[in-house]
């Protein structure tokens, strides 16, 4: 019983780090963090891995614009078990990990001082409303709705958006999305510094 409760407080303790360092990387946010691993401290000792982590982070804002949320979800962790003899959790290597931030039509519309209304697919302004292009380069988010003007957003910081983004349109909202196979900075950075 003990040992549960000593591997619970760990958990949570290594949960409460990663989340304090993901709000030093991208200031003026909050973030969560939940580790999915029981027991946490005897997996990690015996094989150097977690199956799932999840972080949660709000406040992130781009510019004018507030995002809603940015959902990180980080598959097959392998850390350095070298590294936890010394008491800090190194991450080496994940299988996979996805992003999605989502920003509401009301961050919009806050934003741009307009009243924005989103479709699936389709973009509201100035009273027409036309299907709409999404473009998305290496630092904006283009909303093309010919022929209005087209709207440019910049990208979330590549700390929590580290791969190249998809975006979609749908009603209320707009969804990027990416996954990679390298550790987002964040969490990279959050982890060395444990």
């Not at 010919?146 to 990208?155: F, G, H, Q, V, Y």
């Not at 580290?162 to 964040?186: E, R, Y």
């Amino acid at each position: 019983m003990v040992l549960g409760v000593a591997d619970v407080v760990v958990r949570h303790t290594v949960e409460a780090d990663i989340a304090k360092h993901i709000e030093a990387q991208v200031p003026g946010t909050s973030a969560s963090v939940r580790i999915s691993s029981w027991p946490f401290v005897g997996r990690l000792a015996a094989s150097g891995t977690v199956p799932d982590l999840r972080a949660q982070v709000s406040g992130v804002k781009i510019g004018p614009f507030a995002v809603d949320s940015v959902d990180i979800v980080v598959q097959d962790i392998k850390v350095s078990r070298s590294d936890l003899a010394r008491g800090k959790v190194v991450l080496k290597s994940i299988r996979t990990a996805a992003i999605e931030a989502v920003i509401s039509q009301q961050s919009l519309d806050s934003g741009l001082g307009l009243p924005v209304t989103l479709g699936a697919g389709t973009v509201g302004l100035a009273g027409v409303q036309a299907a709409a292009r999404v473009a998305v380069s290496s630092d904006r988010l283009t909303i093309s709705v010919p022929p209005l003007p087209a709207i440019t957003l910049p990208l979330l910081p590549t700390a929590l958006l580290p791969c190249s983004a998809n975006a979609v349109i749908s009603v209320g909202q707009i969804t990027l999305s990416c996954t990679t196979s390298s550790i987002p900075p964040a969490l990279l950075a959050a982890a060395a510094a444990g």
